[in-house]
């Protein structure tokens, strides 16, 4: 029997025999250690049985001992504590537990970035509250909240009405319910200058450009910019018509301007909401315009008005008139394809149809119009997709209009000398911009791979202008002028610039300061633009974050990414503060996200800076895309109670519609055909309708599937009973968010 | 996965946990008791931690058949084996079950215990594993989640300061004269 004087001697004597046995049995878990324990108290009972007792030493040869026996287990231990961190989820624990105190401290607003480009939605929790006016930041004005019932507010907040933040930063926002006031922390934002598109005019004399973030319309010419004026809110693209006008399509209001050489806006085409991409028939007489609602409208230029409407199943992306102004072909992004619309009278109609593997990237007419060149991640004439890994092969195929047929394919990620890495491929990555120029050959401005190439589809292989250099880091548009000058947009350089036919720099347009003024006067801004650059920077697998995460949405399919199960490509934009990240909510921080990148994608092509840092920076300076600017208060509200009478908030918790929880996977889709093992991070339904696959796999392809077919066993959600009229309601309230 | 299962999955829980707040915070309180004079009262807390031991311990196995029938689904235990929070949670039980059934003179002569409180000192490794569990599970607020991490931290620091210095107190042979050879089982 030990005595009870030397019970501290015991339990030491225990905990470094389990010290030991978990040193030996190479203990990365809990449940390894409390076996360790257990062990070492069984052996210690069976000698305490025996009559064994510790025997008497000093205190200091107590200690002693203890230190000698302890030090090497512990060295042992201490080299496997990433692995323990890891598999018991303790790894960014305290990003986690930072987002969802954010969440839970009501009353809570998310999101909690506010940015001063463009509306935005902001919700706000606040149970029990019955009236909320909210200040979202410095200069921004006191916007009164719209009750949706449930102690759930929707601000509905417009930078052009309301005020815009002065500076990017920190900031505070104060929310009263009811008369009583708290602040809660936000970030602002406030943009900067992002030339994309470029377009060239007919003569190819000039070029225009959008900066959809600072509402700007660019010109430029073979000198350099010719001209930089404000348009409305968030032009998104543009195209030159007759005389020299441009006509400039709006995100976030519903024209399209026609902007007159001197920068006067002379005509305003009502289209509606959400104009996403441009194009103007061959001769000039038709505008096209592509909407986020699905849409494409034709509209008559000189009419100034809309001539005809077709819905086209999802987000119309990149389109361009194929013979004349009554053919149309569309690039759809969910479920990708490529449309061919003919035009009569005020009557559009697809007319062909052919689905594709990957959504279009870019795409260019081949003068004449009888052919497209569009740019691809994936291409097979057979129609299965390629499920069994995250395939990208970026490549361009050129197109006939009619038959929708392939004629010719070029791949262009491709390796070059400076790789060393069996498979490295650092030359033609990401192609996001196409010109057909008058020779036939092919501009191509490759965002991956920092480069503007001359092609020729079928002919030798092309040269390259490595542009980076030049500011002009992942290039998003690149055209050929009338003097052989190439015109080059770089987003993320803020930067637009005409290179001599030798590909030297012979002008440039500065729409954002440079990296070194940045430096001194904005880290955090320079921050976000080395982030953007990473996001777009190809890995030397051939693979950016861009090339499934197209400038940050979803590219509408389901990848392999970790051998476990496919899932589709989520929509990065607004998904900061809710830590975990991915599907399976392995990752805790954005940034750990780059790891994908540095092992699955073998590396980036040159080694720089933390990447991890600056890409978490820029994809947490991404808003939520706006929800679709049709209201139907009524129903929303009635959608709302049936959210709350179904369970869904246990999960999907208001403001931020996550309660970052996560279930194993068969706990809400018992019949899943997943691994038991796996389990599901509750993903926010903010900014849903964007999605055209949903749940985790994918499999649902519609929000009605989701309740309808996908839930038989309703653990996800109690939608069995519910009638027609309240799965709609539920649904116009879920597109609401 | 219905409101009332996620109702009764909560309270279980909690009751579960809060007892064992309650059962681990039974000694300091007793000995706060002593020092202010009410030793009455302290001499009753022993039986009432034991009481609440075994009541969390009871809980904690409601709060199993609850996620078992409810929520967990058809195949649990692959769950319960890859899912951190679930495992920390079923290993903080498996512990609180095994310090159940040793809480029962009977039982511990049956199986021959010596360094019973050796092994009932697993119970503050049951409370982190219970914490553990509460940080990651997806419907436990964060914020009750901390304050029960601090509370069991606070726990064991008074459990560890005072035994510090009666350690000190037994090196003087006076001391151990005084208090006689008890059996660690017995005390």
Avoid at chain 1, 18 to 36: D, H, K, N, P, S
Avoid at chain 1, 477 to 500: C, F, H, K, T
Avoid at chain 2, 49 to 78: C, E
Wanted: proline share 7%.
């Amino acid at each position: 029997v030990v005595p009870a004087r030397r019970e501290a001697d015991v339990q030491l004597a225990i905990l470094l025999l389990a010290l030991v046995l978990a040193a030996i049995g190479g203990a990365e878990r809990f449940a390894g250690f409390v076996l360790a324990y257990g062990i070492a108290w069984g052996i210690a009972n069976l000698a305490a049985l025996r009559g064994w007792a510790p025997p008497r030493l000093s205190r200091g040869a107590k200690m002693a001992i203890a230190a000698l026996v302890a030090a090497t287990p512990i060295t042992v231990i201490g080299a496997r504590w990433d692995a323990l961190i890891t598999r018991e989820g303790l790894l960014g624990l305290d990003v986690h537990l930072r987002d969802r105190l954010r969440l839970e401290a009501v009353p809570a607003i998310h999101p909690a970035l506010v940015a001063a480009d463009r509306p935005q939605t902001f919700l706000v929790y606040a149970p029990g509250g019955q009236r909320a006016r909210v200040a979202l930041a410095p200069g921004i004005a006191v916007l009164d909240a719209e009750p949706l019932g449930h102690g759930v507010f929707r601000v509905d907040y417009d930078p052009r009405q309301h005020g815009a933040p002065a500076a990017s930063g920190p900031a505070r926002a104060r929310i009263e319910v009811d008369g009583v006031a708290t602040e809660r922390a936000v970030t602002t934002l406030v943009p900067l200058a992002h030339p994309r598109w470029l377009r060239a005019s007919p003569d190819r004399r000039q070029a225009c450009t959008t900066s959809e973030e600072t509402d700007e319309l660019v010109r430029i010419d073979a000198r350099g910019l010719a001209g930089r004026m404000a348009v409305g809110d968030g032009p998104s693209d543009c195209t030159f018509l007759a005389g020299g006008a441009v006509a400039v399509a709006h995100r976030y209001a519903p024209t399209v301007a026609i902007v007159d050489p001197g920068g006067a806006i002379v005509d305003q085409i009502e289209v509606g909401w959400g104009g996403h991409r441009l194009a103007a028939s061959p001769d000039l007489t038709r505008l096209a315009v592509a909407l986020e609602g699905g849409e494409v409208v034709i509209a008559d230029v000189r009419a100034g008005v809309v001539q005809a409407r077709i819905e086209i199943g999802g987000l119309p992306d990149a389109l361009a008139f194929a013979e004349d102004a009554a053919t149309l072909i569309v690039a759809r992004r969910q479920p990708a394809a490529l449309l061919r619309i003919t035009v009569d009278g005020a009557h559009a109609a697809i007319v062909a149809e052919r689905a594709l593997l990957a959504p279009v990237a870019a795409l260019a007419r081949r003068e004449g119009g009888g052919s497209v060149i569009v740019a691809v991640t994936d291409w097979s004439d057979d129609p299965v997709p390629h499920l069994g890994n995250h395939y990208v092969q970026d490549q361009l195929v050129e197109i006939d209009t009619r038959s929708l047929a392939p004629l010719r394919h070029v791949l262009t990620a491709r390796r070059s000398p400076r790789q060393d890495a069996a498979g490295g491929l650092d030359r033609g990555v990401s192609p996001l911009s196409i010109d057909v120029a008058p020779d036939g050959a092919l501009w191509v401005a490759f965002a991956g791979s920092d480069e503007v190439a001359r092609l020729v589809v079928g002919g030798p292989e092309g040269r390259a202008i490595d542009v980076a250099a030049l500011g002009l880091a992942a290039p998003h548009g690149a055209l050929l002028l009338a003097d052989g000058a190439i015109a080059v947009s770089s987003p993320s350089g803020g930067r637009v610039a005409i290179l001599e036919p030798s590909g030297r720099l012979r002008a440039s347009a500065d729409l954002a300061p440079g990296d070194a003024t940045l430096l001194r006067e904005d880290p955090e801004a320079l921050r976000r633009r080395f982030g953007e650059r990473a996001f777009y920077e190809a890995t030397r697998a051939g693979v950016a974050c861009q090339s499934c995460h197209l400038h940050g949405e979803s590219d509408g399919l389901v990848h392999n990414i970790g051998g476990r199960v496919l899932v589709p490509t989520l929509d990065v934009r607004g998904i900061a503060g809710t830590s975990p990240y991915l599907r399976d909510g392995s990752y805790p921080r954005i940034g750990d996200l780059h790891e994908v990148a540095d092992t699955l994608y073998r590396g980036y092509r040159e080694p720089a800076g933390d990447r991890a840092s600056t890409l978490e920076a820029w994809i947490a300076s991404l808003p939520l895309p706006p929800p679709r600017p049709e209201r139907d208060p009524e129903a929303e509200r009635r959608g709302l109670d049936v959210f709350v009478a179904a369970g869904c908030p246990s999960c999907h918790a208001f403001p931020a519609l996550t309660n970052l929880g996560r279930h194993p996977v068969h706990a809400v889709f018992p019949r899943a055909a997943a691994e038991p093992g796996l389990s599901l991070d509750t993903p926010s339904l903010r900014g849903l309708t964007r999605q055209s696959r949903y749940l985790f796999d994918g499999r649902a392809r519609s929000l009605e599937d989701v309740f309808r077919v996908h839930n038989p066993d309703d653990r996800h959600g109690r939608t069995a009973a519910l009638s027609d009229r309240e799965i709609a309601d539920l649904i116009r309230f879920l597109e609401s968010l | 996965v219905s409101e009332d299962a996620i109702t009764l999955l909560r309270a279980s829980g909690w009751t579960a946990i809060l007892l064992l707040a309650g059962a681990l915070a039974a000694s300091p309180i007793a000995r706060a008791f002593t020092a202010a004079g009410w030793r009455a009262a302290a001499a009753r807390l022993p039986r009432i931690r034991r009481g609440l031991g075994i009541a969390s311990a009871s809980a904690g196995l409601v709060h199993a058949g609850v996620a078992l029938a409810l929520y967990l689904g058809d195949r649990p235990w692959a769950a319960l084996a890859a899912v951190a929070w679930l495992r920390s949670g079923a290993l903080a039980l498996a512990l609180l079950v095994s310090l159940l059934a040793t809480s029962f003179p009977g039982f511990v002569r049956a199986a021959r215990i010596r360094l019973w409180k050796p092994l009932h000192r697993l119970a503050y490794a049951a409370a982190a594993l219970a914490v553990h569990h509460v940080l990651l599970s997806p419907w436990a607020p964060r914020a009750w989640a901390l304050a029960l991490a601090a509370a069991f931290g606070a726990l064991l620091l008074l459990r560890l300061v005072p035994r510090k210095a009666r350690a000190e107190r037994r090196e003087d042979p006076e001391g151990d004269a005084s208090r006689g050879d008890r059996t660690v089982a017995e005390s």
